[in-house]
């Protein structure tokens, strides 16, 4: 039966394991919960985003990183995104990049948004090392605001991964359009974190059993796991629903969601 979801309704907690090479298997529990898509605004204020950290903050994550969109059109919602800030708790950051609605919104304003907050990190070309977890890369970038159905070339990402990209560690890129796994597996990335399509928010089976929405003119990855396999790695993207909505405040079988990401040794796997 078809579900409908209301702006004010709770998010799904969706839980994805993904594999570390043996030689980061120092890097086994680390956890990393993902939103994106926030919009917030009208249907997305100060209440609802707190009621959302809070949930974040019990799933003790390692690293909260927000793959953009977190405002969507109207500057006069800043504070209900930027005041809630300052209770995200993970244990060593948050990372954010810009979508496009938050180029709409305005970019700098909400860098200084960021920045004021002093409790999160904007990528923007730029990448996140911490020794608190060694081996682990996060590398950001802006969307590239091209024409939503064409397919973006990243030539900033590819000279920049092909000029620093280091196979010895495990390299995410924090990417709002999932179209960058394109050139993702290639660069050496091992795990792409990405948002923008919400999943398609109304999304409607078809009677031969496809899934039609919105989203299927962003290209073939909509929401949920995909990896690349090559002779030399599996590169793997995660695309989220969002947490919020763009349009209309519904959704149709097709949730908000929160994503905890779980690295995971090939010992570990084997346990579970």
């Not at 799904?12 to 993904?18: A, L, R």
């Amino acid at each position: 039966m078809a579900r409908w979801q209301r702006h004010h309704d709770p998010a799904e907690i969706e839980h994805v394991d993904h594999p570390l090479p043996s030689t980061l298997s120092h890097l086994d529990g680390t956890r990393i919960v993902q939103v994106s898509d926030l919009h917030v605004g009208p249907f997305f204020r100060a209440e609802t985003w707190a009621k959302h950290i809070a949930r974040i903050n019990a799933l003790e994550p390692d690293v909260v990183v927000i793959t953009g969109d977190a405002m969507d059109w109207a500057r006069r919602y800043e504070n209900d995104f930027v005041e809630p800030l300052g209770t995200l708790a993970p244990r060593v950051a948050t990372l954010a990049i810009l979508g496009n609605h938050d180029f709409y919104f305005g970019p700098r304003r909400l860098a200084r948004g960021y920045e004021r907050s002093r409790n999160v990190v904007l990528l923007r070309g730029g990448r996140f090392e911490t020794d608190a977890l060694p081996g682990l890369s996060f590398w950001g970038i802006d969307d590239p605001m091209t024409p939503l159905a064409l397919a973006s070339p990243y030539p900033a990402l590819c000279a920049w991964a092909a000029r620093e990209l280091d196979p010895g560690r495990f390299n995410v890129l924090l990417s709002h359009r999932p179209d960058a796994f394109r050139h993702a597996p290639s660069l050496g990335f091992d795990l792409q974190l990405s948002g923008h399509t919400h999943g398609g928010q109304i999304v409607v089976t078809a009677p031969w059993g496809r899934r039609v929405h919105v989203a299927s003119v962003l290209g073939p990855w909509d929401r949920g796991q995909f990896q690349h396999e090559s002779t030399q790695r599996v590169s793997r993207l995660y695309v989220s629903r969002g947490l919020g909505f763009a349009g209309v405040p519904y959704r149709l079988d097709c949730p908000t969601e929160i994503t905890v990401h779980a690295l995971r040794s090939a010992s570990a796997a084997m346990a579970r």
